[in-house]
């Protein structure tokens, strides 16, 4: 499961790169479905971080890995 989230970050983040930003796995609990990430670079501290958490990162996530139910960016 972790390999399959992470091959679906690795499709992502290319796009979030173009604009100086990123993003990496963190943690997977496979009980609740919730996955932690870290955003990076510009994605960090942009405003518009939550949308793109939101409707980039999560909703290609879910699509991809159904078993994915949430997506919570984490500082670490």
Known sequence: MVEKIKNVIEQIRPSLQMDGGDVQFVDFDSASGLLK????????????????????????????????????????
């Open 37 to 76: 990430i870290e955003l990076m670079g510009h994605c960090a501290h942009c405003p518009m971080s939550s949308v793109t958490l939101g409707q980039g990162i999560e909703a290609e996530l879910k699509r991809s890995v159904p078993e994915v139910k949430e997506v919570r960016a984490v500082q670490m």
